[in-house]
């Protein structure tokens, strides 16, 4: 009965897989590690959850969690929509006067399904449970959009049209193991991940100098700057889980950089400028294809520990840790220093050493309901950017800046807090979770001159995102019993199998009936 359910299991997963993963496209993270909390219970925690791995997204937080499974486990978070607001504070401004203006973003996002399945086999320890556990997952970790239009109108001092467009994601798919070795267990996740990143900067307008109240139009200029790059790559997650005594656990997981299988990107300037005084055009078109893409996900190392005082509440604690990385998102050399001039994004990325912290505790409120808290912290891996970077045309060092020759990556730092509620049922569980973060930081000035210098601005963004997701355990076990209550509902059952009361006797007495009939017709033995 067990191999059964565990193949209808794996039907029902894969046919969500093909569903799911045909059905949306994936993009990839660059310096922020923690936009989502996945999972229904690692959510509510604030994603405190190395330690305490007990079902299937632990395959991601602590893959030796696998082996502490009871059951057969099914976990799926349903899409629903959040609500993002990012403002850069007098983001849009003329080079040669003082209008300004913010550039806001504002979007309803829907967040993608994440979806894990667990199993145990193998060998029975003391306890009756097997020790091996496994699962397979698909999950999406990290996601960021940004949507920037703006205009800004000054008369005759100019005007410009400004687009900026970004999308990143990435998408994990891979089976993971487990073995528990008394009370401590092992195990590893080997993950496919892909990314795709997808960035349109447009602006358009006309430059003027005012002199003695007295304005003219200077230049006029248009560019377009796209580039998208997608690639694949093997990750691999190593986790410890060692309880101490029933109420304390500690938890370890390592997650290397990943290992690159292919990637390609695509890279398009399109650039154009008129000079008044000069009666001069200027153009310039750069379009290529087929660029080696190389970006990695990050080195990490994630430390945890859960207590449980009693049955009823549950506290956790998770330090991550993330390495400093450098790597091209598109291979340079198979492009210049004037192809990626204008670009709106440095194509050389440094990630410095960064940690996070992640707080949760759950409470039952009723044996079949949990509320749950936590706080997370996000923060960013870039360097730190200063103000006072006046000459765009020196070579800044990446490491130090983050930038390139007309860009410098964000630096914003991002505080979560999330709370969910649960409900069990029989085996199965629902929860319904809420995401509520602030981000806040520097972003670098929307550069509408070909002579603006650096300019840093203050950016706030708020994003609230809302999780539904369940759990059942014993895949079916949960509707089965659900099945079987409906059956006794007498009204139910009248309306599933009709009302035969009036043309057939209850079964119990027919076969009563039957047994008495059965007996008066036998004939009497003849007495000799």
Known sequence: MTGIRSLSSLRILWALVFWWGWGGVAHAQLLSFQDFILGQRALGMGGAFTAVADDPTASFYNPAGLSQL????????LPVYGLEYRVRHKGLKLFNSDASTDIRHLTLTSIPASIGIATLFGPKDKSGRPVWGAGLSILVPWQSKEHFEEGLDAGTAGQVMYLLQREQQVLLIGPSISRRFGTL?????????HQLFNWTLSQGGTEGSCKQNVCQSNEAYSLISTLNAVSGSLQVRLGLLWEIN?????GLMASLSSFRLFGLGTFRLQRHRFVVAQNSTESQLVEKENIGAFPPLPWEIRIGTAFRPNAKMLFGLDVSMYLPQEFDILDPTQMNAQDVELFAYPNRIRRNFIVNVNVGAEFKVTPTIPLRFGFYTNLTSAGRVQAGLVDPTISIDPATQGCNAKACVPYINTLGFTTSVGLKVGRGAVNLGLNVAYGFGYVQRSRVSSSQPYDWIPTDQVSVYLYVSGAVQALGFS?????KAMQKDPVLKR???GDKSSTSLPASRKKKGKRTKSKSSQPKPRKE
């Open 479 to 483: 509707f089965l019993e659900l099945f």
């Open 70 to 77: 009871k059951r057969l486990q099914l976990e799926v978070s």
């Open 495 to 497: 309306l599933f199998e």
């Open 185 to 193: 267990s092992l195990g590893v996740s080997l993950y496919y991940a």
């Open 246 to 250: 029933p109420a304390w656990r500690v």
